[in-house]
T-cell receptor, first 115, second 116 residues
């Protein structure tokens, strides 16, 4: 089956610094990638959708200058949290979809803690 | 705007019981509905996907039903085991204004604990 990986699995950073999370599709070409955020005991909230080679489309209320998304290749998307603050601490999950199909495959998630 | 609600929020049962998790959605114009499992601190594992034209899907001890007109789905787990303990998420894929293949909207999940 299709596999999506994320790196790192967890990261701790200091307030004011930036942190980058990578999402890779290992055995298929991901024409579309999605980034979700999940607070404890809450659902997944879609942050943005990106198509390879295009700018990401952000959901309402998500600051695009704070959460920078780059989908430079068919196997890699990155999410950079800029000037992180403690309220950005969360579980970030990426998802990827191949060309011509609707099914999404989910990564294992990245736990971000901002101190 | 699609909204997905799952009931109950948490469920604790003894091993061996059959159980039902419920999911409801507000907009019946969906492409499909999917049930996922999430273990603590982990990503999502897809369990079952029901197309909008289908009524149910089965995989092993799991059976998911879909009543699109009433906006409801149930996940039935037979003969529950401690290894079934996890959070179960329901997600519907619905039209999202210009995006191809729609958009997934998740419920808040049901935390299931199966004790020996």
């Amino acid at each position: 089956g299709a596999v999506v990986s994320q790196h790192p699995s967890w990261v701790i950073c200091k307030s004011g610094t930036s942190v980058k999370i990578e999402c890779r599709s290992l055995d298929f070409q991901a024409t579309t990638m999605f980034w979700y955020r999940q607070f404890p005991k809450q659902s997944l909230m879609l942050m943005a959708t990106s198509n390879e080679g295009s700018k990401a489309t952000y959901e309402q209320g998500v600051e695009k200058d704070k959460f920078l998304i780059n989908h430079a290749s068919l196997t890699l998307s990155t999410l950079t949290v800029t000037s992180a603050h403690p309220e950005d601490s969360s579980f970030y999950i990426c998802s990827a979809r191949g060309r011509g199909v609707y099914e999404q495959y989910f990564g294992p998630g990245t736990r971000l803690t901002v101190t | 705007k699609q909204e997905v609600t799952q009931i109950p929020a948490a469920l604790s049962v003894p091993e061996g019981e059959n159980l039902v998790l419920n999911c409801s959605f507000t907009d019946s114009a969906i492409y499909n509905l999917q049930w996922f499992r999430q273990d603590p601190g982990k990503g999502l594992t897809s369990l079952l996907l029901i197309q909008s034209s289908q009524r149910e899907q089965t995989s092993g001890r799991l059976n998911a039903s879909l009543d699109k007109s009433s906006g409801r789905s149930t996940l039935y787990i037979a003969a529950s085991q401690p290894g079934d303990s996890a959070t179960y998420l329901c997600a519907v894929r619905s039209y999202a204004g210009g995006t191809s293949y729609g958009k997934l909207t998740f419920g808040q999940g049901t935390i299931l604990t199966v004790h020996p």
